[in-house]
């Protein structure tokens, strides 16, 4: 489904040049389950902004369905991201005024042609999938950690995208509502969804089927 | 574009207050452009209503005299002015100018008395004013009904008499004045005609020599001075004797009115006649010659700038609140970043962020406009009722501030906006 070629990717800043990935090879097929694993430095943040098209590689080649997705102008990216890419982040990112409802319809106002209803029709689906129906209508700031976080998942999800990214998801929840969302995380592979896991515990990569550890820009 | 509109909408939603506080420059800003217009307008538009009163042309002469008669230490503590002897403003005055003024298209001399009117039942304080019928195409007073006293009425000191239109209401609130007789003192006139309302003749214009039209009493002059009070003839010194009172004029006249053919002519005349009746009256200052045309003109002038200066200074208040509109959109966008971030993330485009923001700034200044509107509206009717003062709201100053706040909006917000989208989404997201 996506293949990576030869990624490069070199930070300039002022005199000094940093190349943070020196040439990544990587497939990722549907359904996969992957974890990708590396110390901090070691260029995994900025190979999951190059998936997730927040940012453009230096040179190689990014294919999606063998469609050159390096090749895309800022426009298109933002649609790619729409479609294709789900994200969720450590730090969950809802924005504090939206209801969680609100919060997960995001994705959904930015695509082309959905009504309200439908987006909010959608949106109820995914908060019940990852069980939060009874929370529509709260605030972030009235839920707790791992709820937040549930409601980051269903607005990855809400746009059916071909891929899920999740950077560190469990890093600021405690260890039992980790284990919670991992096993949401699970839940949703074993209905067919493609995730990719970035994280730097042994622990949370395991979960994964595959595990891909990254050094110095390097997959080893 | 309908999509970011509800964006916008919605985001301003959730941010009510900060929303409140942005448009508060706004408001008051749009409101002070429209009320301080209005006033300006307002003042503009009576002049321009009193010029139409006070003709054009016109030069009048007006009696000065002191209106605590003979208090003999006021005299004697200005001697000088006191040995003098004036006649005063008389009739000769009057033929004076007649011969040395040239070009006068129309001239009539003028007494007035305070008195009480009498109807048959109603007894109302007004002026009795005594004039040639020239006075009504001087001032280009019209009747409402019946007709002009003719100078035939006024030689041969006719009994008749027009009534101003609100006086007339008040003698006459059942029928029609026209060939009632009306007492002043212990003369009977008859009604002829009643004079057409006219709008409110301000004190300004009083103190100018303009007669309050719709509250007074018009008899031709020769009738007044024979048969109301005698001052046709008899000398000030008598007449000083006579009045034994307060308030009553010494001299024989209280005003000439002259109109002149020309307006080139008006200024050099009304210098003319002052030296002339300086002269004629030993030195003695008891007269004042008034222009109310050019009085009235210098006072436009001088509102004119006023106006200037009045809307300077709302327009910047307006100014100020357009960057108040900036410098909040700047503050949330620097306080949103990570929100744009994220928004990028989940698909949205730079312009779907640049439009986000200019919409949201637009949405808060057309409120704030909307609301200023309506502030200006409601002060201009506040000043006009509470400080008297005549306002008048125009279109085009409406049209003006609200063109502007919508301006102000798409102008400021535009360039937040455009920081915002230019945000590279990496780093907006870990933006902390």
């Known amino acids: ?220 | 574009m309908i999509r970011n509109a509800r964006i916008a909408f919605e985001s301003i939603l959730a941010n009510k207050f900060r929303a409140i506080l942005t448009t508060l420059g706004i408001i008051f800003g749009v409101g002070a452009v429209i009320s301080m217009l209005a006033i300006g307008n307002g003042a503009q538009q009576q002049i321009l209503e009193q010029l139409k009163i006070v003709g054009v042309n016109n030069i009048i002469v007006k009696s000065i005299y002191e209106k605590e008669a003979d208090n003999s230490e006021e005299e004697e503590s200005d001697p000088s002015q006191a040995k003098k002897y004036s006649p005063g403003l008389t009739l000769k005055d009057l033929s004076n100018i007649m011969e040395v003024v040239p070009n006068i298209e129309l001239i009539t001399p003028e007494v007035n008395y305070e008195t009480y009117a009498l109807s048959s039942t109603i007894r109302k304080k007004t002026k009795a004013i005594g004039v040639d019928p020239s006075y009504f195409k001087i001032f280009n007073i019209e009747l409402e009904q019946g007709n002009h006293f003719t100078q035939l009425q006024n030689n041969s000191k006719k009994k008749v008499c027009l009534l101003g239109s609100t006086l007339s209401k008040l003698l006459f609130p059942k029928s029609n004045p026209i060939g009632k007789t009306v007492r002043i003192g212990r003369l009977n006139l008859q009604v002829i005609g009643v004079i057409k309302k006219m709008g409110g003749v301000a004190d300004n214009l009083q103190s100018m020599g303009i007669n309050d039209y719709n509250n007074e009493i018009y008899v031709p002059i020769e009738t007044l001075l024979s048969r109301f009070k005698d001052r046709g003839k008899i000398s000030i010194q008598d007449n000083r004797n006579w009045s034994n009172g307060k308030k009553e004029n010494p001299n024989q006249l209280d005003k000439i009115i002259v109109q002149l053919k020309n307006s080139e002519d008006v200024a050099p005349s009304g210098e003319l006649m002052s030296r002339m009746m300086k002269r004629r009256h030993n030195e003695v200052v008891d007269f004042a010659v008034s222009i109310p045309e050019q009085t009235l003109k210098q006072q436009k002038e001088t509102d004119d700038l006023f106006n200037w200066l009045l809307g300077a200074i709302a327009s910047i208040s307006l100014v100020v609140g357009g960057i108040g509109i900036m410098n909040i959109m700047l503050a949330s966008v620097q306080e949103r970043i990570k929100e744009i971030g994220l928004r990028r993330a989940v698909g949205a485009k730079k312009n779907d962020i640049k439009m986000q923001f200019i919409l949201e700034a637009s949405f808060i200044s057309l409120f704030g406009g909307v609301i200023g509107i309506i502030l200006g509206i409601t002060l201009s009717y506040a000043v006009e009722i509470f400080l008297e003062m005549p306002t008048k709201i125009s279109i085009f100053s409406i049209f003006l501030s609200f063109v502007i706040s919508v301006l102000t909006g798409i102008v400021f917000g535009y360039l937040p906006a455009n920081n915002a989208a230019e945000q590279n989404p990496v780093n907006s997201l870990k933006y902390e």
């Open chain 1, 1 to 220: 489904m996506i293949e990576l070629t030869n990624i490069r990717k070199t930070y300039i800043t002022g005199e000094l040049e940093y190349e943070a990935l020196k040439g990544i090879d990587l497939t990722i097929n549907p359904n996969d389950y992957l974890a990708l694993m590396g110390s901090s430095g070691s260029g995994k943040s900025t190979l999951m902004n190059i998936i997730g098209a927040l940012d453009v590689p230096t040179s190689g080649e990014y294919l999606l369905r063998k469609k050159p997705i390096h090749e895309l102008d800022d426009n298109q990216i933002s649609e790619f991201r729409n479609q294709e890419i789900g994200f969720v982040f450590q730090t969950f990112n809802l924005l504090p005024k939206l209801s969680a409802l609100e919060n997960v319809g995001l994705p959904l106002l930015y695509a082309d042609g959905i009504e309200k209803e439908e987006r909010n029709a959608k949106s109820r689906e995914m908060l019940e999938l990852v069980g939060l129906g009874d929370k529509l209508m709260n605030k972030p700031n009235e839920m707790s950690g791992g709820q937040r976080q549930r409601v980051a998942i269903a607005r990855a999800l809400v746009n059916s995208p071909s891929l899920i990214l999740a950077d560190e998801p469990t890093g600021n929840l405690d260890s039992k509502t980790s284990e919670s969302i991992m096993e949401l995380f699970a839940n949703l592979h074993a209905k067919g969804q493609t995730i990719l896991l970035v994280t730097h515990e042994k622990e949370i990569s395991e979960f994964a089927q595959r595990t891909i550890v990254l050094k110095d820009g390097i997959i080893i």
